[in-house]
């Protein structure tokens, strides 16, 4: 079962327009990690942020984390359409295994 | 990909007959993972290894074996290949970031290999 459901499912945006994706989660965490996957390719690691922490930045990157709520967002603000891409949340239970959810599949119109 | 090489990168093989799946690292981790993807699933955790000769199943273990010999290879072994099989296999790899209370996992993965069963 997936520990990381995101929402929505596909988003479609323009260039220059922010895209905000939510993941949300049933069990505690000790982190949360955000990944990239372009069409055809790996995984590719983001951001991650911790329990402890409530907001992350990381280029155009912001990451928040609400564990009261078990939820956690991504914002990519002025977006390429080098970003088009799926996007996946995972959680870390400190258990050296990541569990991911399904995954928002973004795409930014030139 | 971090020094994560999948082989075969595609393959196509018949219902029963044995496939193996090769990923090789040259980072060194110690743990190394299989998943599956498919559409609407997300991925999944088929096996993973915590160092030469220990592993454990993960959430999608039936059907599949593993063995790592060496701490570079991790080989994925589908003894018996049916249609539910088909899918995208991904190896990964978990390097560890911070100490103590900061202490967490990040993964790197490999490009996949694309199976699908006839």
């Known amino acids: 079962s997936q520990q990381g459901e995101e929402d929505p499912q596909a988003l479609s945006i323009q260039e220059g327009e922010n895209a905000t994706m939510n993941c949300s989660y049933k069990t505690s965490i000790n982190n949360l990690q955000w990944y990239r996957q372009n069409s055809g390719r790996g995984l590719v690691h983001l951001i991650l942020i911790r329990s402890n922490e409530r907001e992350k930045h990381s280029g155009r990157l912001r990451v928040t984390l609400d564990t009261s709520k078990k939820s956690s967002s991504l914002l990519i603000t002025a977006s390429r359409a080098a970003d088009t891409a799926s996007y996946f949340c995972a959680t870390d239970n400190a258990g050296n295994m990541l569990t991911f959810g399904g995954g928002t599949r973004l795409m930014v119109k030139p | ?118």
């Open chain 2, 1 to 118: 990909d971090a020094g994560i090489t999948q082989s075969p990168r595609h393959k196509v093989t018949e219902t029963g007959t044995p496939v193996t799946l090769r990923c090789h690292q040259t980072e060194n981790h110690r743990y190394m993972y299989w998943y599956r993807q498919d559409p609407g699933h997300g991925l999944r955790l088929i096996h993973y290894s915590y160092g030469v000769k220990d592993t454990d199943k993960g959430e999608v273990s039936d059907g599949y074996s593993v063995s790592r010999s060496k701490t570079e290879d991790f080989l994925l072994t589908l003894e018996s290949a049916t249609s539910s099989q088909t899918s995208v296999y991904f190896c990964a790899i978990s390097a560890s970031v911070g100490r103590g209370k900061g202490f967490s996992h990040e993964q790197y993965f490999g490009p996949g290999t694309r199976l699908t069963v006839t």
